[in-house]
């Protein structure tokens, strides 16, 4: 099958003009013959410490989806992507939704747990993220749960092609900059290799999608600090041995990459470790990990639970 990960220079908050890119690129993926394209996580609005994300969030049957249904049924593509959605139980998730080229809507993998400042904005799910979308059953993983052996865990051996994407953010430049640029070349190096190192660990190829451009936002827990940096990573696809077929770098801005990929499911060549983490996350991102998933839940208990969705 021929397939493509998209690549988003996002506009953070912006919704209609997410939109509207994702539909561009998505139309150009199907223009060059793939059958299967992945849109990025956050694919509406991006995602960093900003306030007026707090009401972004849109309804499952809102303008996300009726774009992923559309796109999909006129290019005859198989369409998926995660975006902060607002369940009828007022709870905002960040769900995954994969859509057929008849444009029905084939399955939803909600994220199991945010990351960082995400708490700030939605809560987790506890679904295995296992699809099966009739030709094929896909696996989703977005962002962080590609770090994480428990997700190589429920999804191994289980699946024909694991699809999702990132909206991975870099580790700022403070002082001592010497340590942060250490901390940050590893950072990094991670955002671009895990994707791909996901795949021999599940037994199947990954097509990943990514957010990119600059961010500036306030911190969370310190909100007269202000963090610059960027998103990095980037759209990827990998076969099932983790052989990179296809990449761009965050560096290289919107667009995406197309590759020919053998779907189905093969015996994994890779041991998943038993650590929680496959991958490790250096000593800033595991001291945000926890500082900011405290800070973040109550800030959505304040702000997000409850609100009326976008319209």
Not at 131 to 159: H, K, Y
Request: hydrophobic share 45%.
């Amino acid at each position: 099958m021929r397939v493509a990960a998209v690549q988003l220079e996002v506009a953070l908050g912006d919704v209609e003009r997410n939109l509207a890119e994702c539909e561009r690129l998505a139309c150009a993926a199907a223009g060059e013959g793939a059958e299967l394209v992945a849109l990025p996580e956050f694919f509406t609005t991006g995602a960093a410490f900003a306030p007026e994300l707090a009401g972004a969030a849109l309804p499952p049957d809102g303008p996300a989806t009726a774009m992923l249904q559309r796109v999909a049924a006129e290019a005859g593509v198989w369409l998926g992507g995660s975006f902060l959605c607002r369940d009828p139980d007022g709870e905002v998730r960040n769900a995954f939704f994969l859509t057929g080229p008849d444009g029905e809507l084939r399955g939803r993998h909600d994220k199991d747990l945010p990351t960082m400042w995400e708490n700030a904005f939605y809560v987790g799910g506890t679904d295995d993220g296992v699809i099966d979308a009739g030709p094929f059953v896909a696996g989703a993983a977005v962002c962080w749960e590609l770090m994480r052996s428990a997700t190589a865990r429920r999804l191994a051996g289980r699946v024909d092609v694991v699809v999702g994407g990132s909206n991975w953010w870099s580790v700022p430049a403070w002082p001592p900059r010497r340590l942060t640029r250490r901390m940050e070349a590893r950072n990094a190096r991670t955002a671009l290799h895990a994707p791909a190192a996901f795949a021999p660990l599940v037994g199947a190829p990954v097509v990943h999608a990514a957010i990119c451009g600059s961010v500036r936002c306030r911190m969370p827990e310190l909100p007269s600090l202000i963090y610059r940096g960027r998103f990095e990573g980037g759209a990827l696809v990998a076969a099932a041995d983790g052989r990179v077929l296809a990449l761009r770098r965050a560096e290289q801005g919107s667009g995406l990459v197309v590759a020919d990929v053998e779907l189905g499911r093969v015996p994994p060549t890779a041991a998943i470790p038993r650590r929680r983490w496959l991958h490790r996350r250096g000593l800033l991102p595991a001291l945000a990990w926890h500082s900011q998933r405290l800070h973040g839940r109550r800030w959505y208990r304040r702000h997000v639970r409850g609100r009326p969705s976008r319209a």
